[in-house]
């Protein structure tokens, strides 16, 4: 692993030569709040910002996309047969991604890509993917990440990383990819023999700054089926929630999605649509009923698969990144960190759990 | 807005402890700030999480569709409008229902509030007498006058005060005046476009939507059993991003609310991408009021327009 130095007068120009080679998406302030664009030429990703509102999970997995394509017209030998449609998987880069969100890709990986099934849309899309993070030296005050797997200078999961020092960047290139970006864009410059330090000590200061945090040591330990009937906690927390797919949507690791089959003129799609466990068709049989038919098991279903049946099939921590997008925009304050630390503090015998105030 | 806390806790604990109610439906205070929680007291010692300030602008009547219990509910002015047309509509019995009516001093916007502020929000005050509200986060204190920052449908309020209740938690507020304010500028400005810039607005309107049904699943009026966009068989609308079947969600729930709609904005309020629903909505209830002279959730009896047929009903639509 190497650190370099790029100037910001070096910047812009820089990323006009990566766009040869790679499509550049960048976080972007629209109306009135971040969100992940393609940048044209000429427009530059936007590095002051906290973070998306809608997390950049749609980069690699869009909320709609088209996997197969068939011809509808009687006269076509092809009429109904469908066909995988031509699709360019031109190389992307990501610059300015946090790296809590860079880190739900690999926990999203462990559903799309195992020994049984390989998910080829989403793994095309994330190898011709080329993350660039840009640390976080002012987390929110809903950011957990720390306590959930990941970290404000978390460079797991990135190419490289990006850390503001003001007129430039220290820049860690981590992997190959990060490597063939920085030499596509033209910067070289060594930072220095100081710098890794100077990173650890800004890792240090943007660690120290995160406020809140879960606690997930006893997860893995609870019964799953006393957690499952813990009313305690789901009777009062299921009260308020209004079954929106909020959560879901801005959440950076949820995956689920359901694929539906439309017709437009003479031409007919199968296409993957993010689905959410708050809709009542979400997981509703042919024959009509639905095992999860109220919105208490739908609620239910959400921090149950996040909490414990993750934590207990993959063996590698909660399924989430603590980026505190679902506790900023749920319109009614369903607070995953409460949760959490409910689950985490559930006692079966008495039926009780620690509330905490976030 | 502490007298209000106190009042509506002290009536609240009466109601369950004379055992006039098995719950009280209020708001306990959130976790972040500018949130507060629809929350259900079952007992005197679940009371005394009762909040309530500028920050309880969701619609209380969502909470009570179809319940079989005896409920206390706190109703501002727009909450009790939807508590009328729950009535009307049969989705719950007023002998189930204690209303504590709340005189409504107007809820503040908190899309508008963040905006404004130079990172995030770690707290909220509210300076009652003075009519100020003070953000702070951790490089910045700003104090603005409360009425620059209240929800547009707040702001724009004819019935702030509650038109069916039990008992008042406070003296009654002034209401405002059509000859005061215009609800309907901004429709009215929508219906000055020409069609294309029309057709932009809308277009751009909805630009973010992400499907998520906040708006629907906050609204009291939305209680279908199975919503037409959650329909599979047959299948109305496609589920997909495609603009149409956005557009089609959007336009078909807003007629459905035509007559129903109290301009609540929790809607709005629930928007996480801060569409302005209500574009849809308020040019529904101007319609209604001067084709009918109707205005939502007023009474507990009437049937509300679309839904009732009288000969005298506005036809200058057929040509």
């Known amino acids: 692993m190497k650190v370099i130095k790029i100037d910001k007068t070096?910047?812009?120009?820089?990323?006009?030569?990566?766009?040869?080679?790679?499509?550049?998406?960048?976080?972007?302030?629209?109306?009135?709040y971040h969100t992940f664009k393609t940048l044209e030429p000429g427009r530059e990703p936007d590095m002051d910002y906290a973070n998306t509102r809608i997390s950049p999970k749609f980069v690699i997995y869009p909320q709609s996309e088209v996997i197969l394509k068939c011809?509808?017209?009687a006269n076509d030998p092809d009429y109904k047969i469908f066909k995988e449609p031509e699709k360019e998987y031109k190389s992307k880069a990501v610059v300015g991604i946090r790296p809590c969100d860079a880190d739900s890709f690999p926990l999203v990986r462990r559903n799309f890509d195992t020994e049984d099934y390989k998910d080829p849309y989403w793994l095309r899309a994330y190898e011709t993917t080329t993350l660039v993070g840009l640390a976080c030296d002012n987390p929110c005050p809903t950011c957990f990440c720390t306590s959930a797997g990941s970290g404000p200078y978390s460079d797991d999961s990135l190419?490289?990383?990006?850390?503001?020092?003001?007129?430039?960047?220290?820049?860690?290139?981590?992997?190959?990819?990060?490597?063939s970006l920085v030499s596509a864009a033209g910067w070289n410059d060594d930072a220095g023999d100081d710098a890794a330090e100077a990173i650890e000590k800004k890792k240090a200061d943007a660690e120290s700054r995160i406020q809140s945090r879960v606690n997930t040591q006893n997860l893995a330990g609870?019964?799953?089926?006393?957690?499952?009937?813990?009313?305690?906690?789901?009777?009062?927390?299921?009260?308020?929630?209004?079954?929106?797919?909020?959560?879901?949507?801005?959440c950076p690791t949820c995956w689920c999605f359901d694929v539906q089959d439309e017709v437009h003129g003479n031409q007919g799609y199968r296409i993957r649509n993010w689905d959410s466990c708050m809709y009542p068709l979400f997981t509703r049989h042919a024959s009509g009923h639905n095992p999860r038919g109220t919105k208490l098991d739908r609620l239910r279903q959400r921090f149950m698969h996040k909490l414990k049946y993750y934590v207990d099939k993959y063996e590698n921590g909660i399924q989430c990144t603590g980026c505190g997008r679902c506790v900023r925009l749920c319109p009614v304050n369903i607070d995953i960190r409460r949760i959490c630390n409910m689950m985490n503090s559930y006692d079966p015998e008495s039926c009780t759990c620690e509330v905490t105030a976030s | 807005m502490n007298s209000y806390t106190d009042k509506?806790?002290?009536?609240?604990?009466?109601?369950?402890?004379?055992?006039?109610?098995?719950?009280?439906?209020?708001?306990?205070?959130?976790?972040?700030?500018?949130?507060?929680?629809?929350?259900?007291a079952q007992n005197e010692a679940e009371v005394d999480a009762f909040v309530w300030d500028s920050n309880c602008g969701l619609n209380l009547a969502n909470y009570i569709t179809d319940r079989t219990e005896r409920i206390g509910i706190l109703a501002t002015g727009c909450n009790s409008r939807n508590i009328a047309v729950h009535l009307v509509e049969g989705k719950i019995k007023r002998e189930q229902l204690y209303i504590i009516g709340i005189p409504c001093k107007a809820m503040v916007d908190r899309h508008k509030l963040s905006a404004m502020a130079d990172g995030d929000i770690t707290s909220v005050a509210e300076d009652e007498e003075k009519g100020t509200i003070t953000i702070k986060g951790e490089n910045f204190s700003e104090t603005v006058n409360k009425a620059d920052v209240l929800q547009e449908n707040c702001s724009l309020c004819?019935?702030?005060?509650?038109?069916?209740?039990?008992?008042?938690?406070?003296?009654?507020?002034?209401?405002?005046?059509?000859?005061?304010?215009?609800?309907?500028?901004r429709v009215k400005e929508i219906e000055a476009m020409d069609p294309d810039e029309k057709w932009n607005h809308f277009d751009d309107l909805l630009s973010d939507c992400i499907r998520c049904y906040a708006c629907r699943n906050a609204c009291p009026l939305c209680y279908c059993p199975l919503c037409f966009v959650d329909e599979s068989n047959p299948q109305w609308v496609g589920k997909s991003m495609d603009a149409t079947d956005v557009r089609t969600f959007h336009f078909l729930r807003a007629y459905h609310c035509a007559g129903r709609c109290t301009d609540c904005g929790a809607c709005v309020r629930a928007c996480p991408v801060g569409i302005n629903v209500r574009d849809f909505t308020k040019k529904l209830e101007k319609d209604c009021l001067e084709l009918f002279g109707w205005e939502a959730g007023l009474s507990a009896e009437k049937r509300p327009p679309l839904d009732t047929y009288s000969p005298k009903d506005p036809e200058d639509f057929i040509k």
């Open chain 1, 10 to 32: 070096d910047w812009a120009s820089g990323l006009e030569k990566l766009r040869g080679s790679f499509a550049l998406i960048g976080p972007v302030k629209e109306k009135f």
């Open chain 1, 222 to 250: 609870q019964s799953l089926l006393d957690l499952y009937e813990a009313d305690t906690i789901w009777e009062t927390e299921a009260f308020a929630c209004i079954n929106c797919g909020t959560c879901t949507y801005v």
């Open chain 2, 8 to 40: 509506i806790k002290e009536i609240s604990k009466r109601l369950l402890k004379e055992d006039k109610v098995d719950m009280v439906v209020g708001y306990r205070k959130g976790s972040v700030p500018l949130m507060h929680q629809p929350y259900i």
């Open chain 1, 71 to 73: 011809s509808m017209d």
């Open chain 2, 158 to 185: 004819m019935h702030r005060n509650p038109v069916i209740y039990d008992e008042l938690a406070a003296e009654e507020v002034p209401e405002q005046s059509r000859d005061e304010i215009d609800p309907y500028a």
């Open chain 1, 159 to 179: 190419d490289l990383l990006l850390v503001d020092n003001g007129d430039h960047y220290m820049a860690k290139v981590l992997t190959e990819k990060g490597q």
